[in-house]
């Protein structure tokens, strides 16, 4: 069964440096998206991106967030100057049009702690 | 305004009983699709079945079913005979079709299995 993967599945780091998570979304979609889940809570939206461009992006998805495909597969979330605040589960999420009844392949996830 | 609002933030239910998750869901678009997600504490998110705001039928999947209340915009989710391996978080989601085709989640409802 196809899945989304991302790597790694824990990155800790250090305050104001840059991380990079990675991305494999199923191949055949078309929607990626970033999430972020501060200690299991809400699962917030960061941003979404079709067409090699970013879609919509939320209020948390500010300057110091970017995001790449650089091959046509990969799917890249990089956090230029981490704080310690961006701690959380990251999840990549692809979707394979945008027909509403679509569900979101989730990925298994990155804990991302910052110290 | 909250699109989704999920008001059990803990339940408790008996092994081999029924339980409902109550989801209630805000949108002006007459096309939306809802969701339903687990997230055990290994922290993936798994699909588990979805409702088209079309659908005439709630949704159902093995011990999953829908109980779709369009007018009243709710969508809650009952699995019948608990399992010790249904004790998760629960996210409900949606899609609407205006938009940038992101999914919008709750704050989830964590659900523990008592044996």
């Known amino acids: 069964e196809p899945e989304v993967t991302q790597t790694p599945s824990h990155q800790v780091t250090q305050m104001g440096q840059e991380v990079i998570l990675r991305c494999v979304p199923i191949?055949?979609?078309?929607?990626f998206y970033w999430y972020r889940q501060i200690l299991g809570q809400k699962v917030e939206f960061l941003v979404s991106f079709y067409n090699n461009e970013i879609s919509e992006k939320s209020e948390i998805f500010d300057d110091q967030f970017s995001v790449e495909r650089p091959d046509g597969s990969n799917f890249t979330l990089k956090i230029r100057s981490t704080k310690l605040e961006d701690s959380a589960m990251y999840f990549c999420?692809?979707?394979?049009?945008?027909?509403?009844?679509?569900?979101?392949?989730f990925g298994q996830g990155t804990r991302l702690t910052v110290v | 305004a909250q699109k989704i609002t999920q008001t059990q933030p803990g339940m408790f239910v008996q092994e081999k009983e029924a339980v409902t998750l109550d989801c209630t869901y805000d949108t002006s678009d007459p096309s939306y699709g809802l969701f339903w997600y687990k997230q055990p504490s290994s922290g993936e998110m798994i699909f588990l079945i979805y409702?088209?705001?079309?659908?005439?039928q709630n949704a159902t999947e093995g011990r999953y079913s829908l109980n779709f209340q369009k007018a009243r915009k709710s969508a809650n989710l009952v699995i019948s005979a608990s399992q010790l391996g249904d004790s998760a978080m629960y996210f409900c989601a949606m899609r609407e079709y205006s938009g940038t085709y992101k999914y919008i989640f709750g704050t989830g409802t964590r659900l523990k299995v008592l044996a």
């Open positions: 191949s055949n979609h078309l929607y």
């Open positions: 409702q088209g705001s079309y659908d005439q």
């Open positions: 999420a692809s979707s394979g049009d945008r027909e509403v009844n679509t569900e979101a392949f």
